[in-house]
């Protein structure tokens, strides 16, 4: 039997018939409740005023005042905003016990009842009960993690970046993140839209590269039935999912043309067509677009559609890397020991000397993101009280730090020599083949998700205009 709340414990049941109030008060002890039973709507209201009752049920059909208007004045009286109303009907009175619900009841029963008709009845205001306070428990977290306060980010920049976001989420204005891969534009997108007034609707965020180009317009606008072949029924698009709300069109820059054209239609008219339908339809979606690569570089070059770009470009927000913002570290990783000792059920209580001298020597070039997993490769690693510095990832731990560079002729390690090693290998591929990963992974005879994985790993980014 599930917990039951304290205040949803209680129950008043309101009945002119005593046999009625006794056959409740019988059902509702036996199930864990604790009822208390009046005769009349006068005399609820007066027990209503002076105690706390998480359930209300009350007969329609009563002599003096009668149900529905006792409905009424609980619905009308602000102090009884979270009590739940039950209606009891008899002799066929659903439709009035459906108006009632129009009016404010939560739901109703008929009689005669089955006891445990009434009891499954309670039950499901407990699971709602339940559900509103663990929504309220997720906003409330959501709205901690996404305001200022909470982000890591001390250093000159980012409150830079905090203040601008404070005046720009109240309007509709587009907005254009750009910085390294890892350095938060998404943390940053969700930060917008939670401090907006569209906070209360759905923020949907799509990677545009790493969805196949022959599926992309129908994720982001939908399809028809019949469009193409396997569309056997039409198909809502991520822009219908987010109207009202915001979408965070992360790597922008891989849109392929003939999207880009799209793309600009929607946010100049706020209109988009599904595939396969001649008929456009309105939406209202705020747009936030990331990238890691430089759009205006790729405008020249005629990758990226000059007008897309101007319009994306109303309000850029430039997140700096973290080799920009040293000073943070510290508090980052206070920030992700906390994290992960909750994570990984550790105590620990920070890093060895060693290991704190390497991680604020080391250069960070997949950034925050990077940052974190290196913590977390740490923190699951290590049993003790400190992290040392071998349970760091390869590149953190080599003198000089960061793949690419030249290893120490006098470290002899085979575990940190083949990690630099493959570090060399993957950005020379990425280099030779214009950052194209599919075509990388055959020079380099590697899946693409252990490109993926490992480029994650050594903090491998994709070489400007590079793509899939």
Same mark, same amino acid.
């Given at each position: ?19 009625? @109030? ?49 409905? @009424? ?7 009884? *905003? ?7 009907? %008899?002799?066929? *009175? ?13 739901? +109703? ?18 699971? @709602? ?25 001390? %250093? ?30 998404? $943390?940053? =997108? ?54 009202? *709300? ?8 891989? !849109? ?11 946010? /100049? ?37 000059? #007008? ?29 020991? &906390? ?12 890093? =060895?000397?060693?290991?704190? &001298? =390497? ?6 070039? *997949?950034?925050? @993101?990077? $940052? /974190?997993?290196?913590?977390?490769? %740490? ?16 590149q953190v731990v080599e ?8 290893? #120490? ?30 075509? =990388? ?10 490109? !993926?994985?490992?480029?994650? #790993? +050594?903090?491998?980014?994709i070489p400007p205009g590079?793509?899939?």
């Amino acid at each position: 039997m599930p917990t039951i709340p304290a205040r949803m414990k209680r129950v008043l049941v309101v009945d002119d018939e005593e046999n009625i @109030r006794h056959l409740l008060l019988v059902v509702l002890k036996k199930a864990g409740y604790e009822p208390t039973a009046v005769s009349g709507g006068e005399e609820a209201l007066a027990v209503l005023a002076k105690e706390d009752f998480g359930i209300l049920i009350s007969d329609i059909r009563m002599a003096g005042m009668d149900g529905r208007e006792l409905l @009424r004045r609980v619905v009308a009286d602000e102090s009884h *905003g979270d009590l739940y109303v039950v209606m009891m009907s %008899a002799y066929g *009175g659903d439709d009035v016990a459906i108006s009632c619900m129009k009016e404010g009841a939560y739901d +109703y029963f008929s009689k005669p009842f089955k006891a445990d008709e009434v009891v499954l009845l309670l039950r499901k205001i407990q699971e @709602r009960e339940q559900l509103v306070r663990d929504n309220l428990r997720l906003r409330e977290e959501l709205d901690q993690q996404f305001q200022f306060g909470n982000i890591v980010g001390q %250093a000159p920049p980012m409150q830079a970046i905090f203040e601008t976001v404070s005046k720009i989420a109240a309007f509709k204005t587009t907005v254009l993140l750009t910085g390294e891969s890892g350095t938060g534009k998404e $943390l940053i =997108a969700r930060a917008v839209h939670r401090n907006s007034d569209r906070s209360a609707r759905t923020m949907v965020t799509v990677n545009c590269g790493a969805i196949p180009e022959n599926l992309l317009e129908s994720e982001l606008f939908g399809h028809a039935r019949g469009a193409f072949t396997g569309a056997v029924r039409s198909k809502q698009g991520l822009f219908h999912e987010a109207d009202g *709300g915001t979408i965070f069109l992360d790597e922008v820059g891989e !849109l392929p043309h003939a999207l880009q054209v799209k793309l600009l239609r929607a946010l /100049e008219n706020e209109e988009i067509r599904k595939v396969g339908e001649n008929q456009s339809e309105t939406v209202n979606v705020r747009v936030i677009a990331a990238t890691c690569q430089d759009l205006e570089e790729r405008v020249k070059g005629g990758e990226f559609r000059e #007008d897309l770009f101007y319009r994306l470009n109303v309000m850029h927000i430039r997140i700096p890397p973290l080799r920009e913002r040293k000073e943070d570290i510290p508090a980052l990783l206070d920030a992700f020991l &906390d994290k992960f000792n909750r994570k990984f059920s550790r105590k620990v209580r920070g890093l =060895a000397p060693d290991a704190l &001298d =390497a991680v604020l020597g080391y250069s960070w070039p *997949g950034n925050v @993101r990077e $940052l /974190e997993n290196a913590m977390e490769r %740490a923190t699951l690693l290590s049993d003790g009280a400190e992290l040392p510095l071998e349970a760091f990832p390869p590149q953190v731990v080599e003198p000089g730090g960061g793949p690419g560079l030249p290893a #120490d002729e006098a470290d002899l390690s085979i575990k940190r020599r083949v990690a630099h090693l493959e570090a060399q290998l993957i950005t020379l591929a990425l280099q030779q083949t214009g950052g194209n990963r599919t075509h =990388a992974c055959r020079l380099l005879e590697i899946s693409h998700r252990a490109l !993926l994985y490992k480029m994650k #790993d +050594y903090g491998i980014e994709i070489p400007p205009g590079g793509g899939r």
